[in-house]
């Protein structure tokens, strides 16, 4: 049951609290390193030699200018400043306009095109609304109602890391912090549930504050204060920010921490991928992250003249969406934006030799880049395209590329240009004195015409072997009918393969244990990437690799069939349905993402009710003929590696990630080997898929009415341990009704309408890793057996294949797994009819996507199939993880001081290999099905459904399993109690060493804590602690703490204070990280717990930035104790939070999971229905009393610190790509 739909229009914005650490943005999307849910293994080897080190002169952007590859210092002619005029800013030119199709004379000329066009354009939003201020400041608005009395701002700079010059790398990242947390007007958020943070990519750098439409603090004669003009005062003060020495000082130190925190393995091998795969362009030796030789020495000259380059209003674009009024938004954009103008910013640049070098630069950005040919969102570079015959080079129609050696330049047409166009290296081909000297591979022609890029990469950390083949191509906007129709036709090919990837190659232990096909729009790299990642056991490599290529090439040859088609056809339809529904329920950054990701690809934002009619009617003409031709250009690039087959122009570029191994290595790979494995995989003979029979129902209304006289269901009532008097078998109550069923299931249901179409059931089976030790079972059995069930799938009759099918078709996702205390199922589903076929009037509906999870859910408890292979595929897992977790500092040092707090108990540890390879698949199943005791469960299910529909059908479905189902399994006389945590012995320092070739550290402070509801270990807890030690508290606090819930709400608040805390000593006052986090175990059943403060920081600081923890939490405990000011402010994070995450099933499925359950007495409906009024009825002495329960004492903490070392006699490999890393130490 592991599957994936790729039929997703969304992606989800994530928000943290009100005072963030800020960041740059590594991932592309459209890489996928490592599977999910196991700890990645790849990376590059980089020697200390490379940091690039600078002696302690002074140092400026100017006296850099000198080196190799420095331009012209002469500044071309400009309007001398008059006493009433300023002049031109220097790299401000005539441009494209960022808003794209919306751009108002874009939007009008498109609209106007209807009727004259053999395709129709595709509509606007009909609520959408653009402008552009006189001042060139251009803006977006769009009304949404989700969350209501809400809305997010986001700020676009339009310059990135790739706009920087050789001396300025990194000085973009650096900036976007000295803009946001140097503005006092940001700081006028706080304390308002406001939450505000910016990134930092190759294209651009983006500010955001999401609020309340009113602070909750009045103004000066009481009435509501609007947020809107605050919100926009603290973005605007980001366009005139004051770059005070102090912040740079502050800023540059947690840039410095930040450079150790990134670089862990994974990153590594992102930079190698991404500086392999645009080495053509700037963004190989760009990366945000810059270098420290630079970073160091910067001063307020430096940042300023960055700034007042680049924060123009004709260079940004200002995206809001919430729930405001249309004229009020754009009267206050007026007003906040109105005022800026580029010549004052100009005026300001305090490196005034620089302006020369910016004009330059903006002189090639102009002429020959896809940022000024397609999207001013993307960055200033070209590619090698690699597209089939007809799609020609955006570049080509206007430029004329000459290839010199190793150098593009460019012969620029314009006679104004003649100055600039033949020198200016805007592609950075040319060596330069900062880079590093390294050694590339050749690119190779696997036939005439047919080149490939390949870059082997090996690191001592790795552990598995990764393989990834691109292929660049050009964003096509996606405008009218027609394109429309390509788009569908990829989508549909795109998830084709994925299944057959994904259940197929699964089937009899194949070599790769992770593999994706996918083709993404990327602004941030200003193509469209389409790419094969994949990882495998490292002597499998050859075996996965041509296993992944050939299925590619199937595709590409063959196409999908008739089946697959309307499969796939009908998820995207069924997806568009969901978020048609959903109309404005949308959340806001779910609508801002999507938003912004459509402008900045030229694409035409549409409605999800118009996108679901275009869909519909595009859908419903589709013919598998157009599908199966964009299969086959989607797959053009590797089958064209064939003689004889359809083939594309351009590079392919590949790349493999591998440990380090000997020659005589199975594992061993080179560029020669690994382009023979390409070769050899093109040339294997592919078959056509067949298509696979899939039931429409996996219980057929026989066998339930048989069911129904088998075992006849009933309804009983809800029973609690919070005090809660029992709800009745019989009536629908708010906000959710809990039952249990005759046979003893626990149910619980709430309707939740705020995700239109969707649902989301979980199953909970206490137990867990406890349950291993209690009640006999080998160690590692029920671990494993929940991966196991994971990756197998079927059910009595039904094939794997055929039940993932049905999963399929009925958009369900799936996900098992097992902690320390529990087994849990949780399946994702849409709640309306799904697996339906044709179109319109000649639909034939499927069975409810509520039917169908109940119905898997039915025949896991009574009907599942245990398979040898997904127990394979399981323990591979596994011991991966295992080995992964040696081989990376983060999670290697948190297994050293968790080793330590729990005296080695291993529940609470990875399981090793050894462990791993003893279960059995008799082990496995014997675990897991002891579990899955009737009487033992609890269902929890929450969506946008008629509750009495979903209530009969879980009678039906769940409630005619027999009482005494797996009964076989149940140990007899076993106890049921969970135990305690670990009691801690006296707190100690650890130190740990892991080699690695580049300097980082990480610390730990370890202590006691209660669980999530309170208890501590000895089984007392924190309300009765506190009430013992409060000898003068009310009447009125005796009952607020007696409260079920007090212990929880307490805890919640208190970790929100100690992360504000550590933020503002560690990180600002300080200076010595980018970010220390506070967390808490959070066990339910178990008693007890620990708190675990994490703080990444350079090796020469750690002891530094564990002892600032450590003062941290003293402070608070005594010198500095929780004030109300703090108190108030967690009070409306925690509370916002809540109410934000009520509007998704899944938050919902998650706390009443455990409200019928014994063994978590403290949690009950009170826990849900009573949490606003606990929460704000908290005090500053609760905390404070509530703090002494948990083991803080210096004498009772665990500290650790963990460092990397270079391995002895370290080499640094020819061909390793290290610039994009350069000063990560």
Not at 140 to 154: I, K, T
Not at 486 to 502: D, E, F, G, P, Y
Not at 916 to 942: F, G, H, W, Y
Not at 1155 to 1166: A, R, W
């Amino acid at each position: 049951m592991k599957f994936q739909v790729a039929a997703g229009i969304l992606a989800t914005a994530l928000f943290v609290g009100d005072v963030n650490a800020f960041s740059f943005v590594p991932q592309r999307s459209s890489i996928a390193v490592t599977p999910s849910k196991s700890i990645s293994n790849n990376g590059r080897t980089r020697s200390s030699s490379l940091v690039m080190k600078d002696d302690n002169s002074k140092f400026s952007f100017a006296n850099l200018f000198s080196g190799e590859g420095a331009a012209s210092g002469a500044t071309p002619t400009r309007v001398r400043r008059s006493s009433a005029t300023l002049e031109p800013h220097p790299s401000q030119r005539d441009h494209i306009n960022p808003l794209n199709a919306l751009y108002p004379p874009n939007k009008q000329a498109i609209e106007e095109s209807a009727g004259k066009s053999t395709t129709p354009p595709l509509p606007f939003h009909p609520a959408v609304q653009s402008g552009v201020l006189s001042n060139g400041f251009s803006y977006v608005f769009l009304p949404n109602r989700s969350p209501p009395n809400r809305f997010e701002a986001h700020l676009q700079v339009f310059s990135g890391s790739s706009d920087e010059l050789e001396p300025q790398q990194g000085i973009a990242h650096l900036t976007e912090h000295v803009a946001y947390m140097g503005s006092r007007k940001r700081e006028r958020l706080f304390g308002t549930g406001s939450q505000t943070n910016a990134y930092t990519d190759f294209h651009h750098t983006v500010f955001y504050a999401a609020c309340p439409t009113y602070s909750p603090n009045t103004g000066s004669f009481g009435s509501p204060q609007p947020m809107l003009p605050m919100a926009l005062d603290a973005l605007c003060d980001v366009m005139e920010a004051r770059c005070d020495p102090s912040r740079i000082e502050k800023e540059r130190q947690a840039v410095l921490s930040e450079m150790t925190m990134v670089n862990t393995i994974e990153y590594r091998v992102e930079c190698q991928i991404l500086s392999t795969l645009h080495r053509e362009n700037r963004l190989a030796k760009r990366f945000p992250i810059g270098k420290e030789s630079l970073i160091q020495k910067w001063d307020r000259d430096d940042v300023k003249t960055w700034h007042r380059t680049h924060y123009r209003p004709d260079n940004v674009l200002l995206y809001i969406v919430g729930d405001l009024d249309p004229q009020y938004v754009q009267q206050t954009i007026e007003d906040k934006f109105g005022h800026l103008t580029a010549e004052k910013q100009g005026s300001e640049i305090a490196l005034p030799e620089l302006k020369g070098d910016a004009s330059d630069l903006a002189d090639a950005v102009v002429g020959n880049t896809l940022k000024q040919r397609q999207s001013w969102h993307y960055p200033p570079v070209r590619h090698d395209f690699c597209v089939v015959e007809g799609v020609k080079d955006l570049l080509d129609d206007e430029t004329k590329l000459v290839e010199t050696g190793d150098l593009e330049v460019v012969e620029k047409k314009s006679e104004d240009e003649s100055s600039i166009g033949s020198i200016y290296d805007i592609h950075l081909q040319k060596p330069y004195s900062l880079d590093d000297k390294v050694k590339f591979l050749k690119e190779a022609e696997l036939s005439p015409g047919k080149v490939i890029r390949p870059h082997i990469f090996k690191h001592e950390l790795l552990q598995n072997f990764s393989f990834h083949l691109f292929a660049k191509r050009p964003v096509e906007p996606i405008k009218d009918m027609e394109s429309f129709r390509r788009s569908l036709a990829r989508r549909v090919c795109l998830a084709a393969l994925q299944i057959r990837l994904n259940v197929g190659g699964r089937s009899d232990d194949p070599a790769f244990t992770f593999v994706e096909f996918n083709q993404l729009d990327s602004a941030r790299e200003g193509c469209a990437v389409c790419s094969l990642d994949m990882t495998a056991d490292p002597p499998r490599w050859r075996e996965a690799v041509l296993k992944s290529i050939s299925e590619i090439r199937k595709l590409g040859i063959h196409g999908v069939t008739p089946g697959e088609m309307e499969r796939y056809a009908s998820a995207l339809l069924t997806d568009a349905e969901q978020l048609a529904a959903q109309g404005d329920m949308i959340s806001h950054g779910d609508q801002l993402a999507y938003l912004m990701e459509t402008v900045a690809n030229g694409h035409t934002f549409m409605s999800p009710e118009q996108s679901y009619a275009v869909t519909e009617q595009a859908l419903s003409t589709l013919t598998l003929e157009e599908v199966n031709r964009a299969a086959a250009e989607l797959c053009s690039h590797i089958t064209g590696l064939n003689d004889g087959e359809l083939t594309s122009t351009g590079k392919v570029v590949a790349v493999a990630c591998a440990p380090k191994s000997s020659d005589n290595d199975a594992a061993f790979v080179d560029d020669d080997m690994l382009c023979q494995a390409i070769r050899e995989a093109c040339t294997i003979e592919v078959e056509p898929v067949e298509d696979v029979v899939v039931p429409h129902t996996l219980v057929t209304p026989a066998e339930l009415e048989e069911a129904m006289k088998a075992n006849p269901p009933s309804w009983e009532s809800g029973q609690f341990s919070d005090g809660t008097p029992n709800t009745p078998a019989d009536r629908i109550t708010r906000p959710f009704t809990l039952r249990r069923l005759s046979n003893g299931i626990r149910v619980g249901i709430n309707q939740n309408p705020a995700e239109s179409q969707r649902g989301h059931l979980r199953l909970v089976a206490p137990g867990g890793r406890d349950a291993e030790r209690r009640l006999g079972f080998k160690s590692g059995s029920l671990a494993v057996g929940a991966r196991a069930m994971q990756e197998g799938g079927s059910f009595g009759s039904f094939s794997r294949e055929q039940v993932e099918l049905f999963a399929v078709d009925h958009l369900i996702m799936v996900e098992i797994n097992c902690n320390e205390e529990s087994l849990v199922m949780d399946f994702v589903f849409p709640t309306t009819n799904v697996g339906n076929s044709g179109y319109g009037e000649n639909m034939k509906l499927g069975i409810t996507g509520t039917e169908s999870v109940l119905q898997i859910v039915r025949e896991i408890l009574v009907d599942f199939n245990w398979e040898e292979d997904a127990l394979g595929r399981s323990k591979s897992s596994y011991r991966t993880a295992h080995e992964s977790l040696g081989k990376s500092l983060e999670g290697k040092s948190t297994e050293m001081i968790m080793d330590a707090v729990t005296s080695g108990d291993d529940r609470f540890l990875s399981i090793d290999v050894d462990t791993v390879n003893a279960v059995t698949l008799e082990d496995a199943k014997n675990a897991v099905m002891s579990q899955l005791r009737p009487k033992d469960l609890e269902i929890s299910v929450s969506g946008d459904f008629v509750v009495n529909e979903v209530l009969e059908q879980i009678l039906q479905y769940l409630g005619t399993v027999p009482a005494d189902a797996n009964a076989e399994f149940e140990v007899k006389d076993a106890t049921m109690e969970f135990d305690s945590v670990p009691k801690l012995a006296p707190g100690k320092h650890l130190d740990l060493e892991l080699e690695d070739s580049d300097p980082r550290a990480v610390a730990y402070v370890a202590g006691a804590a209660p669980n999530q509801w309170g208890f501590l270990a000895d089984g007392t807890s924190v309300a009765q602690r506190v009430s013992e030690a409060d000898k003068r508290a009310s009447d009125y606090d005796k009952q607020r703490r007696a409260h079920p819930l007090f212990g929880n709400a307490a805890l919640s608040l208190i970790s929100e204070i100690a992360n504000r805390r550590l933020f503002s000593t560690v990180r600002e006052r300080k200076q010595l990280t980018y970010d220390a986090n506070f967390s808490l175990t959070g066990f339910e059943r178990m008693k007890g717990g620990w708190f675990l403060v994490t703080v990444t920081a350079s090796k020469e600081k750690a002891q530094k930035a564990l002892d600032a923890c450590k003062e941290t939490l003293e402070a608070l405990r005594k010198s500095n104790p929780i004030s109300v000011d703090n108190l108030e402010s967690a009070k409306r994070v925690v509370l916002n939070r809540h109410e934000g995450e009520l509007r998704t099933s899944q938050y919902w499925a998650t706390i009443m999971s455990g409200i019928q359950e014994e063994s978590i007495p403290l949690k009950g409906p009170l826990s849900v229905t009573d949490f606003h009024a606990v929460i704000e009825a908290m005090t500053t002495t609760d905390l404070q009393l509530a703090l002494d329960c948990m083991g803080l004492e210096e004498s009772q903490l665990y500290t650790a610190i963990g460092k990397t070392v270079q391995p002895e006699g370290l080499v640094v490999d020819e061909i390793v790509k290290a610039s994009p890393m350069a000063g990560m130490g």
